[in-house]
């Protein structure tokens, strides 16, 4: 994987994440949280250590289904892996002085 697949795509990334989740959550609402962020890094390419970080970070057990989310706990999901996502391609892109 290279640096264009970890960076997120666009600046509504996070609306990407969090339309996702929606949308799985309307499909297959028993569909584990874990199994719906691993089709978002198929999908979406998001960054696997920013979706353990989003979940750590706001406590989400990742084996309750999808379906047991609501709407606010979503939009802070999709918002805070969006955030840790940009964070981690920022710490990986090399600085601006550096030799390649």
Request: glycine share 4%; hydrophobic share 30%.
């Amino acid at each position: 994987m290279n640096r264009t697949q970890l960076r997120p795509r666009s600046t509504g990334a996070a609306d990407d994440v969090v339309q996702h989740l929606t949308t799985q959550q309307y499909l297959r609402p028993h569909q584990s949280v874990r199994d719906v962020l691993r089709t978002a890094v198929d999908q979406l390419g998001c960054c696997p250590d920013a979706i353990a970080r989003g979940l750590e970070w706001l406590q989400v057990d990742p084996d309750q289904p999808v379906g047991r989310l609501r709407r606010s706990e979503l939009i802070q999901l999709g918002k805070s892996i969006s955030r840790f996502w940009r964070q981690t391609t920022q710490t990986d892109a090399p600085a601006p002085n550096s030799p390649h």
